[in-house]
């Protein structure tokens, strides 16, 4: 059942190295900013979700900030700013003879784009930070850290990238990295679901919007189940201290293990929303069936939430003690949500009308008809 478990989790996840080279190689006891008068940055991506972020706090600190992508994605955003445009499929020459202090690497998913930019740019940088995913280990079924095995593939060529291959795609492209630069010069962080304002994927988003609306509203499994997030402006926040005190090493990057649970989302989307439902609370096998029926290319009935218990659990958490004691910081889930709803407010109709997660208005009055019948 191996299988099913990772593909569930990367079915849900999808959207951010054989060996762990140690959390907390480079980075001193106490992790005061290091001073820097200037740093300059490349960043291969920056217009998607996380990429702005990482952006604006580089400059908030006063560094020069560099982008290369294919200008296909908010291209509009930081008009004052160096737009190098190419493409990691062989389209690289723009970066060619060009020197920057630190590589911030949050587009990179086939492990010979990957390989390519980190040959390219080894040379001519002194640091580069690899965003991986939490979907990389091969295991969901205990707590997980830096060093739990990672999914491997049997076909190491493939560049197919589906729910099963995901995961052990990006562990080889921190290979990679760590191959073109040594294991001192490069950070890789394996965030787990990434949320906040600006999520196109809307997978934690729509907890409070479909709270928002009121009336009876499904919840899967148990209040006590386990969910780990990590805000986007944490995970922003910390991937700069990264590159700017050079701290290397992985780092699994998440809320506190077991301080989050789905009866505490309940609450904070109420306590947010200023909005009362009526929960019911499903079972697992329920919650998991209606997730199969969703349409392709949303993100889940239930999004971010996994089953605890039967054979398709993921009753792992992942341990992000390392990253915290480097200096993450990880916001109330409650102001994630706050600044969510803010966000989503100014948005246009068009985009709103149609979560890209959870149930649509007409699947969810079905469920809950079922679930009164079987359950009556």
Same mark, same amino acid.
């Given at each position: ?21 140690? !959390? ?9 900013? #290091? ?19 990482? *952006? ?23 008009? =004052? ?19 920057? =202090? ?10 010979? $784009?990957?390989?390519?930019?980190? #040959?390219?740019? !080894? ?30 593939? *049997? ?17 080889? /492209?921190?290979? !990679? ?17 990434? /949320? ?45 201290? /990264? ?10 990057? #998440? ?8 009866? =505490?989302?309940? #609450?904070? /989307? ?18 998991? *069936? ?25 009753? !792992? ?11 993450? $910081? ?5 102001? @994630? ?14 985009? @709103? ?24």
């Amino acid at each position: 059942m191996k299988n099913n478990r990772r593909e569930f989790i990367k079915a849900s996840a999808l959207g951010a190295a054989a060996l762990s080279t140690g !959390a907390l190689s480079l980075v001193s006891s106490t992790p005061a900013r #290091a001073a820097q008068q200037s740093l300059d940055v490349l960043i291969l991506g920056g217009t998607g979700f996380i990429g702005p972020h990482m *952006a604006r706090e580089a400059l908030r600190r006063g560094y020069s900030v560099t982008l290369f992508n294919r200008g296909r994605t908010n291209n509009t955003l930081f008009p =004052d700013l160096e737009k190098i445009k190419g493409d990691r499929n062989n389209g690289l020459d723009g970066l060619r003879g060009r020197r920057w =202090d630190v590589v911030i690497d949050n587009s990179g998913y086939l492990p010979r $784009h990957v390989r390519d930019s980190a #040959a390219l740019l !080894a040379p001519n940088v002194s640091h580069y930070l690899f965003v991986s995913t939490a979907s990389v280990y091969e295991s969901f079924t205990q707590d997980i850290d830096e060093d739990s095995a990672v999914g491997t593939l *049997a076909d190491k060529a493939t560049e197919e990238r589906t729910a099963a291959t995901y995961g052990p795609l990006k562990a080889l /492209c921190e290979t !990679a990295v760590r191959e073109e630069l040594g294991d001192e010069r490069t950070t890789v962080l394996r965030p787990t679901y990434i /949320c906040g304002p600006g999520d196109h994927t809307d997978r934690f988003t729509w907890w409070p919007v479909r709270t928002q609306r009121g009336g009876e509203m499904l919840w899967p499994g148990q209040p006590v189940d386990h969910v780990q997030i990590i805000d986007v402006r944490d995970f922003a926040n910390f991937t700069i201290d /990264c590159v700017e005190q050079r701290i290397a090493g992985t780092y699994v990057t #998440a809320t506190p293990e077991r301080s989050y649970a789905m009866g =505490d989302l309940l #609450a904070d /989307c109420q306590a947010v929303t200023a909005s009362s439902v009526d929960a019911t609370w499903v079972g697992e096998d329920f919650a998991l *069936a209606a997730s199969q029926r969703m349409p392709a290319g949303n993100w889940g009935a239930f999004p971010v939430w996994h089953p605890q218990r039967g054979n398709q659990a993921m009753g !792992a958490q992942f341990i992000s003690g390392n990253a915290r004691e480097a200096g993450l $910081h990880n916001r109330p889930v409650r102001e @994630t949500i706050r600044d969510v709803m803010s966000w989503w407010a100014t948005l246009p109709a068009e985009r @709103t009308s149609v979560p890209k997660a959870g149930l649509p208005p007409e699947y969810e009055a079905e469920l809950i008809a079922l679930w009164h019948k079987d359950h009556a």
